[in-house]
């Protein structure tokens, strides 16, 4: 059949099973969304206040569910709007297409009105750009962007379409997505495996490290299986969050800069380190030269550019770890470690996560979050201390629960993801907890969920500072608070509803439950809540810049080091 070149986007994207888009029209793009418009009923297009949010609820609805995320812009200003987006997608492998157009052929290079090479300028963060410019070349492209982002390690792929493709003519012939084929990702042997199995049997002091990449294979079952197999402590990163249920006893908390006493010093005192889809971050190791210096450490990825390319190992597996693990399972004893697992339940409880308790905490606010929705909630975050005392104080029980930006570290993603949450699942609690200095980069993406009559809470963490930046600046560079203060008078709650929403204050601790109840009960708007907190309350543990993570430091530390 005979169909124009917005005619054969619409048909690829119901072919792959797209059921929402989110974006914004322009000019070069106008014919894509007139289709848009005659398919309503089948593609439900959500239209964000800023191309910003449309690429971070792509992600977030990609994040939340498995599936590619996709949105959409017009040339020029429009597609750079969604640059950060795609970096974010990018850093985190996260599958995103974004579908941008862009000038008629005969105007490319012509410094056209609202003209941007976006492929040029997205290069180094995409998995693969396409610039298609013949009507003809539109079904094949488009159908490979999906292929490339959800293949091996997912990530965003970009396609440009000029406006004359848009609008020409051509045959096009209707198609299936390829199955997807996990095992072509595969490249171990046999003997790699015996090699690894080898190395946990003859552990005393195992440790498992859980990263994104147990998220994004659907690996949970078979990591769960692993750790009750060999008996080993477990902790994750950011990403790797919901992999472990946080209720398990093995589990040890969050890794890193600002993870636990007990994964941290347990780490560093392992005799074997398995790490499962991670990349070894800066974030986790601090000092590489201290990392897990004692351990044999066993990479399983993916990805073979992240083998050896932060930390050395011992041993490798370069595969699917659903795969991996699936194969790997069978080799590896069944083992009790007793004493091992009593050494690190006392480090547990003699460095518990704690935090004050004379006034109102964001800890506290997200314990009682937590509670009140039975750690089943779907929580965005954006960046700074809120995000790490979420990490923190929610217990996620599964993965997909937790929605940051962990590689890129993107103050202003989280409502847009917690939005693309929403739309991806409806019969969800969907909270985003952000800080004041992220929220103001944000909060127009409020009306777009008023607009959609979408019930999620907004939670900011209103301390009237950059808290994070700050916590350095106290730490370490002598109080000197550049530029960190928020001086704005702004009422948070006013600006709310003004935009459609519902909105509350909380100051003191007993207000938590009411008001939390009153936002959990809303059915079709927004709800955002504004929590005061002290400007110097500070996330602990912390390491310090360039630090071994075993020194890991809390308030007491500090107060004992005067």
């Not at 105007?107 to 998995?127: H, N, R, S, Y």
């Not at 986790?284 to 399983?300: E, L, Q």
Request: glycine share 8%; proline share 4%; charged share 25%.
């Amino acid at each position: 059949m005979k169909l124009n070149g917005s005619e054969i986007v619409i048909e690829v994207l119901k072919e792959e099973g797209v059921d929402t888009v989110f974006g914004y029209p322009g000019g070069t793009i106008l014919n894509i969304y007139d289709e848009l418009y005659k398919h309503s009923s089948e593609i439900r297009h959500i239209l964000t206040s800023h191309e910003q949010g449309a690429s971070h609820a792509a992600d977030g609805y990609a994040r939340s569910t498995g599936k590619v995320g996709v949105c959409m812009a017009t040339s020029g200003p429009g597609a750079t709007n969604l640059v950060t987006g795609i970096a974010t997608a990018y850093m985190d492998s996260i599958p995103v297409v974004a579908i941008t157009a862009n000038v008629g052929i005969n105007l490319l290079g012509k410094d056209t009105f609202q003209e941007v090479d976006i492929v040029g300028i997205t290069m180094p963060i995409t998995k693969h750009g396409f610039i298609v410019k013949d009507v003809t070349d539109i079904a094949g492209t488009l159908r490979r962007a999906f292929k490339i982002a959800r293949s091996g390690r997912p990530g965003p792929v970009v396609v440009d379409i000029t406006k004359n493709a848009t609008a020409d003519s051509c045959e096009f012939t209707p198609g299936k997505p390829e199955p997807y084929d996990r095992k072509k990702y595969d490249h171990y042997t046999a003997e790699d495996l015996k090699k690894v199995a080898d190395m946990i049997n003859a552990s005393k002091k195992p440790f498992i490290y859980v990263g994104g990449g147990a998220v994004l294979s659907g690996a949970s079952k078979e990591v769960r299986a692993l750790i009750d197999r060999i008996d080993s402590p477990a902790c994750d990163s950011l990403l790797g969050k919901g992999v472990v249920d946080a209720n398990d006893p093995h589990y040890t908390g969050m890794i890193g800069m600002h993870g636990t006493k007990a994964s941290n010093r347990g780490v560093s005192e392992s005799d074997m380190l398995l790490t499962l889809g991670a990349r070894f971050s800066d974030r986790v190791t601090g000092n590489v030269n201290t990392f897990a210096s004692d351990a044999n450490i066993i990479h399983i990825d993916i990805d073979d550019a992240e083998i050896n390319k932060n930390v050395s190992t011992d041993a490798h597996i370069v595969g699917d770890m659903k795969d991996v693990l699936t194969d790997l399972l069978p080799l590896l004893e069944e083992r009790k470690h007793d004493e091992w697992m009593e050494k690190i339940r006392g480090i547990k409880n003699e460095f518990p996560m704690t935090y004050p308790k004379d006034r109102l905490t964001c800890q506290y606010v997200i314990e009682r979050l937590d509670a009140l929705t039975d750690s089943n909630a779907i929580v965005s975050t954006d960046v700074g201390q809120h995000q790490m005392w979420t990490a923190q104080f929610y217990r996620f029980r599964n993965p997909r629960q937790f929605l940051t930006s962990g590689g890129l570290g993107t103050m202003g993603y989280g409502l847009g993801a917690c939005i693309g949450a929403k739309i991806a699942n409806p019969d969800k609690v969907c909270v985003n907890v952000a800080g004041d200095g992220c929220f103001r980069m944000n909060i127009n993406e409020l009306m777009t969920a008023a607009r959609n009559k979408l019930p999620i809470i907004e939670m900011v963490i209103d301390n009237r500072v950059l808290g994070m930046v700050r916590q350095w600046q106290n730490l370490f560079y002598e109080q000197r608070y550049s530029n960190t203060i928020l001086e704005d008078e702004t009422d948070y709650c006013k600006a709310a509803e003004a935009m459609g929403c519902i909105a509350y204050r909380i100051d003191k601790p007993e207000e938590v439950d009411e008001v939390l109840k009153k936002a959990l009960a809303s059915k079709d708007k927004p709800v955002l809540i504004d929590v005061v907190i002290h400007e110097d309350d500070k996330v602990f543990p912390m390491v310090s810049p360039g630090g071994a993570i075993a020194d890991a430091f809390d308030e007491e530390d500090l107060k004992n080091s005067k």
